[in-house]
């Protein structure tokens, strides 16, 4: 079981614990294995959603083409956290990071995995360091993966939403800096991943205002 401090992970999101309360996330076993959620047996026990929704960032984010189906969205979009490396929400998604937080769309009353955003936390340094941006395709019963849920992913800039989200969260809680590991340097870089990982991590983070640094990290100074 990993943790932060109550006060240093997503207060933004609304989770308000008492003082010197530690917030745990979900334990999860690192092969997959899951169950039902106890409040609410359609979600897997390893993931909690927050209280805050993500609106503010989907009006934002919301490509032009697409701005005409905000009233469609609206609502929507949730946001879950987990912890831990290894297999979450049945299979969908493999977290690399210690700290995942997962957009879902929420289609006939099932909660719905279609991106994330892995990171690492270093009280140490001040530092949040992100080292996954991914896409999540949703399985069906047969194996075959639901693309339907496109419709519901790609109108979104959504690589920069949630790096934004992330670095909003950091700013308020006082961290330094914010930093991306370049596309080079992700474990699972390859020559057939390589403009699909240029996009997600070297081009999002300069849109975003990002620096590169000695170590080739994408940064971003939050507070001197």
């Not at 010197?20 to 979900?26: A, D, K, S, V």
């Not at 693309?147 to 809680?173: C, F, N, V």
């Not at 330094?176 to 240029?198: D, H, L, N, S």
Request: proline share 5%; aromatic share 14%.
């Amino acid at each position: 079981m990993f943790s932060l401090h109550a006060y240093s992970f997503l207060r933004m999101f609304g989770l308000r614990p008492a003082t010197e309360q530690r917030i745990h996330f979900p334990p999860r076993s690192k092969w997959g294995d899951l169950g039902p959620c106890a409040d609410d047996p359609l979600l897997p026990f390893d993931v909690t959603r927050t209280e805050t929704r993500p609106d503010a960032y989907i009006e934002k984010f919301i490509g032009d083409d697409h701005r005409h189906r905000l009233a469609e969205l609206s609502g929507v979009y949730d946001l879950f956290v987990t912890s831990g490396r290894g297999y979450a929400w049945n299979f969908s998604i493999f977290s690399d990071c210690t700290y995942t937080i997962i957009l879902t769309c929420k289609e006939n009353d099932v909660y719905r995995p279609i991106a994330c955003i892995g990171f690492d936390v270093s009280r140490l340094w001040s530092t949040i360091t992100v080292g996954q941006i991914q896409g999540v395709g949703t399985p069906r019963a047969n194996g075959k993966h639901d693309k339907s849920i496109a419709r519901y992913l790609l109108p979104l800039r959504w690589e920069q939403m949630l790096l934004t989200l992330l670095r909003d969260y950091a700013k308020q809680e006082g961290f330094r800096r914010i930093r991306v590991i370049p596309a080079r340097k992700q474990t699972y870089f390859c020559e057939e991943r390589e403009a699909r990982f240029i996009r997600r991590y070297e081009t999002t983070a300069k849109l975003l205002g990002f620096s590169r640094s000695w170590f080739g990290y994408h940064v971003y100074r939050l507070h001197w």
